[in-house]
């Protein structure tokens, strides 16, 4: 007697279904929580049976993580977008806060990422998984201030990493200034945020 095998599909379609199965629980997520939105809601959304998603995830705890990989992907895709282009990395790293405001100002993308917070103070996977994240972009931004082309590669690696902390906090802060204040505009952020990381990344 053997066991069933596992269907395969092609790589291309595999990734698609996969990517079907994560949007879908990123919106479940979103809508009624992380413990509240249960595989069958997940199914429903997705357009598909719960058995098949088994096909492409475990457990809601492996999407939970696929979404966190997404996320970290997409991340590390600017960190590295910032060193791969030509010119003032101090202007490119500004302009480059436009479009970080902008994810962060998204109220469906804020109330994710508020939800994958509050499963982590329950988690201890998740929570470890998103600080492991969260460590490689303060690595990967490091990199950035200690390339040739910053100004501030020769400060002390302590005053980089503090200055990191910053950064990083005024970016994120945004996801909770957003929900409280649903009105605030990236127009009124970069405002002042703009002169803020002019002067983080020069001495």
């Not at 979103?30 to 719960?50: D, L, P, Q």
């Not at 998984?129 to 969260?134: R, T």
């Not at 100004?151 to 302590?158: A, V």
Request: hydrophobic fraction near 40%; include cysteine; aromatic fraction near 4%.
């Amino acid at each position: 007697m053997s066991d069933k095998p596992k269907r395969h599909l092609d790589p291309q379609l595999a990734e698609a279904r996969r990517a079907q199965v994560i949007n879908a629980a990123s919106d479940c997520f979103r809508r009624k929580g992380y413990h509240a939105a249960g595989m069958a809601e997940i199914s429903k959304t997705a357009g598909m049976s719960a058995g098949h998603i088994y096909n492409y995830f475990d457990s809601k705890e492996a999407i939970i993580e696929a979404i966190i990989e997404r996320d970290k992907e997409e991340m590390f895709s600017v960190f590295n977008g910032f060193l791969e282009q030509p010119g003032d990395l101090l202007q490119i790293m500004v302009d480059g806060a436009d479009d970080g405001v902008e994810k962060h100002l998204d109220l469906e993308r804020s109330a994710l990422e508020l939800e994958m917070l509050s499963e982590a103070a329950r988690n201890e996977k998740v929570a470890a998984l998103l600080a492991q994240s969260d460590t490689q972009a303060r690595a990967l931004m490091k990199q950035l201030m200690q390339s040739e082309r910053s100004q501030i590669r020769h400060l002390p690696e302590h005053e980089l990493d503090a200055r990191i902390a910053v950064m990083f906090s005024m970016i994120t802060g945004l996801t909770m200034r957003r929900v409280l204040h649903p009105e605030l505009d990236k127009d009124t952020i970069l405002l002042a945020l703009n002169p803020v990381l002019k002067t983080l990344l020069t001495p």
